[in-house]
């Protein structure tokens, strides 16, 4: 089976009866929602998604899982997805996908917070550039920020590379070439630059989940 579905598969069956679930954004978010929404009608449970981006919220609603919102619900797991994994303290980087603001607040909030990913993302360092969301107005000089943090940002062009990527929130997304060493302490730096409004590392999970060619493994 693709790595991808075998761990989208065994994080479905995480999930309890009854339970308020966040729906994390990528291709392998996808996969665990399929997988869910399978659970739902063969055993026949009932699940609430919090949904991370438009994008979680209209495959979840097409596989018929009811949707709640974080304004009124608390959420006892989310699963989402991510870009890297670096193994010794499993600090993360998303929002390749442009999600990781709607994807902090659910991922963060939730009792408990399960990355799922295949091999290919774990690594001994962080590479990936890391995604910043801001407000259009401020990307000049956020950008000049980083810069005096170390990180070269540029702004995340759509498929056509005519204009900027809108997020779910309206803003753009810079994507900064930055050293994570200190990951917990680079996460809240970048936040505190007026403009930026989160920033795609993330130094909290749980639990990751990794689809390997020997099955699937946690690492705490
Ligand atoms: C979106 C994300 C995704 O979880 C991340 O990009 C991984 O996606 P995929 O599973 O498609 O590789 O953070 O903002």
Same mark, same amino acid.
């Given at each position: ?9 065994? %994080?479905?069956?995480?999930? @309890? ?12 978010? %996808? ?10 009608? *063969? ?7 919090? $949904? ?30 991510? #870009?890297?994994?670096?193994? !010794?303290?499993?600090?993360?980087? !998303? ?14 909030? %939730? &009792? ?8 290919? !993302? ?8 890391? $995604? ?11 950008? &000049? ?10 702004? /995340?062009?759509?498929? /056509? @590379? ?5 997020? #779910?929130?309206? *803003?753009?997304?810079? #994507?900064?070439?930055? @050293? ?8 809240? &730096?970048?936040? *505190? ?23 699937? &493994?946690?690492? !705490?």
């Amino acid at each position: 089976m693709d790595l991808k579905r075998a761990v989208a598969k065994e %994080a479905a069956k995480l999930i @309890k009866d009854g339970s308020v679930v966040g729906l994390g954004s990528g291709s392998t978010a %996808a996969l665990f929602i399929e997988e869910l929404a399978k659970r739902m009608e *063969n055993e026949d449970i009932a699940i609430f998604g919090v $949904p991370t981006s438009y994008e979680a919220k209209l495959l979840a609603s097409h596989y018929g899982i009811p949707i709640v919102s974080i304004e009124d619900y608390d959420v006892d797991i989310a699963v989402d997805g991510a #870009d890297e994994v670096r193994k !010794k303290d499993l600090a993360l980087i !998303k929002g390749g996908g442009g999600c990781h603001t709607w994807e902090k607040i659910v991922d963060y909030n %939730a &009792k408990e917070f399960v990355v799922i990913v295949d091999e290919s !993302k774990v690594k001994d360092s962080l590479s990936f550039p890391v $995604p910043v969301e801001v407000i259009p107005h401020s990307y000049r000089v956020v950008m &000049k920020r980083l810069k005096e943090l170390g990180g070269e940002s540029v702004i /995340r062009l759509g498929e /056509r @590379k005519r204009g900027p990527v809108i997020t #779910d929130n309206g *803003n753009f997304i810079l #994507d900064v070439n930055i @050293k994570v060493e200190n990951a917990e302490e680079l996460e809240e &730096k970048i936040n *505190n630059i007026p403009g930026v409004v989160e920033n795609g590392i993330f130094s909290r999970v749980d639990k990751v989940l990794v689809g390997t060619k020997k099955g699937v &493994k946690a690492l !705490k």
